[in-house]
């Protein structure tokens, strides 16, 4: 069987992080910064995988450890995501497998979503399946799943789609907004953002302070509601404000950080029309919408607030074959 590459874009969190893990939209976009997947067969009956920026290097294992292989968490993405597309549509085989990106894993630009669905989509291809981006959601949901137990799927939904999206939890709903370009800053704040720990501080949050916390999530639904209508108008000067307001209600769920405040800031006093932390929170990226003439002060403002500036395109398309 000829040798497959796919690709797939990273994401950001516009609108909606932490509460769309209890039901409640968010809206994401992807990015044009890409996670390449290849995929061939290796005539016996080991896979192996070449994936140095989810810590594996030359890594071989039988294709009957698949379960029980000792691999570093990144690096599960890939395992846990063969495991299941062999469990669920074909008899496994030996493969050779190789990922490039074009992000640093540390961005919070989801590397290991990316991965997960370059995985399954490669697989589709290479085993000549043509499965349904319905279908890829699934197997990429349920590998996401098993490997770190919580998720909503939004960075999978904006890996498979691209574009900008409003998402709700699993992918009860996934529909694409109709908005090109977003004039979006990205500020990268040099810290590592622990996703999986973020999420259980605000389930404890919520089992101590149930009635506030659900208020909070409410709040930022109705946020997302404004959002998602104000994007498609192209209206970013009030999608800004929207944005300020979630940072507040993000603080009040505990999961901003000092760093990322800064660097907010510093954005709103050289005029950002809206900013907020992207994604978990307590570092990774914050986003800041701007102005055209205001781009460079606010960029500035970043840099001198101690971050450092991303350039990605947002709207990116989602998951293709590369040639
Ligand atoms: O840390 P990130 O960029 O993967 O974003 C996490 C967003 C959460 O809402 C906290 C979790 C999720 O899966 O929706």
Not at 53 to 62: K, M, W
Not at 119 to 131: D, Q, R, T, V, W
Not at 290 to 306: F, H, P, T, Y
């Amino acid at each position: 069987m000829e040798r497959i590459k796919v690709s797939a874009p990273g994401k950001l969190m516009l609108m909606g992080e932490h509460s769309v893990i209890y039901g409640h939209p968010c809206i994401v976009t992807a990015v044009d910064q890409r996670m390449g997947v290849s995929i061939g067969e290796s005539g016996d009956n080991i896979i192996r995988i070449h994936a140095p920026e989810v810590g594996l290097d030359n890594f071989s294992l039988a294709i009957q450890n698949l379960d029980t292989a000792e691999v570093p968490k990144g690096a599960k993405f890939i395992t846990v995501g063969l495991r299941n597309f062999f469990r669920r549509f074909e008899n496994p085989i030996g493969l050779t497998i190789d990922t490039s990106s074009e992000f640093s894993s540390q961005f919070g630009f989801g590397s290991s979503s990316a991965v997960t669905v370059g995985i399954i989509k490669g697989l589709s291809e290479f085993f000549g399946l043509s499965l349904s981006n319905r279908q890829i959601f699934d197997l990429s949901y349920q590998t996401v799943l098993d490997v770190q137990g919580v998720g909503s799927g939004f960075d999978l939904a904006a890996a498979i789609w691209g574009g900008t999206i409003y998402f709700i939890t699993g992918g009860k709903e996934i529909k694409r907004l109709e908005v090109e370009n977003l004039p979006m800053v990205i500020g990268y704040t040099g810290i590592k953002a622990d996703t999986v720990s973020l999420v259980k501080k605000v389930s404890e949050l919520r089992t101590e302070k149930p009635e506030f916390i659900e208020q909070i999530f409410s709040s930022i639904s109705s946020l997302v509601q404004k959002g998602k209508v104000l994007l498609e108008k192209e209206d970013f000067v009030n999608f800004g404000k929207l944005m300020y307001a979630n940072q507040e209600l993000l603080d009040n769920l505990e999961v901003g950080g000092q760093k990322l405040s800064d660097l907010i800031y510093a954005a709103r006093n050289a005029g950002a029309l809206g900013a907020k932390l992207s994604g978990a929170g307590g570092g990774d990226c914050m986003i800041a919408f701007v102005d055209r003439k205001d781009k460079v002060e606010v960029e500035n403002a970043i840099i001198n607030a101690g971050g450092v500036i991303i350039n990605a395109r947002t709207g990116a398309q989602g998951v293709r074959i590369e040639k």
